[in-house]
């Protein structure tokens, strides 16, 4: 059985710092794309940040480009999501997902699609203050 598991959410004050974690458990996904998504209350879940390939190509929302950095350590079957400047307006639950398929990267608009990824975590909830 696939786990992902989400760590790190917290308070923050805005122009804070913070580091997700999210580790997999039951597979590994060296040539899987995984990737981070949010949702905030009332409002759809929106893509954030996706390493591909195992890591060969980095997508991320224009909203956070510049700001987070996602990174995977594939020894540890983690990948991590490195927020810095955080705003009022990223606070939201934040997911980890994962592509079961080992596909080769091609077109980015692919990897910004809920229905690509077959494995999803439970969330952490990440809050900033103005």
């Known amino acids: 059985q696939v786990q992902l598991v989400e760590s790190g959410g917290r308070l923050v004050q805005a122009g804070g710092s913070l580091r997700l974690s999210c580790t997999a458990s039951g597979r590994t996904f060296n040539r899987s794309a995984m990737a981070w998504f949010r949702q905030a209350p009332g409002k759809e879940r929106e893509f954030v940040a996706s390493?591909?390939?195992?890591?060969?190509?980095?997508l991320y929302a224009d909203s956070v480009k510049g700001r987070f950095t996602i990174s995977r350590d594939n020894a540890k079957n983690t990948v991590y999501l490195q927020m810095t400047s955080l705003r009022p307006e990223d606070t939201a639950v934040y997911y980890c997902a994962a592509d079961s398929a080992e596909r080769m990267y091609y077109d980015a608009k692919t990897y910004y699609r809920e229905g690509l990824y077959d494995y999803w975590g439970q969330g952490t909830q990440v809050t900033v203050s103005s």
């Open positions: 390493s591909t390939d195992s890591g060969s190509t980095i």
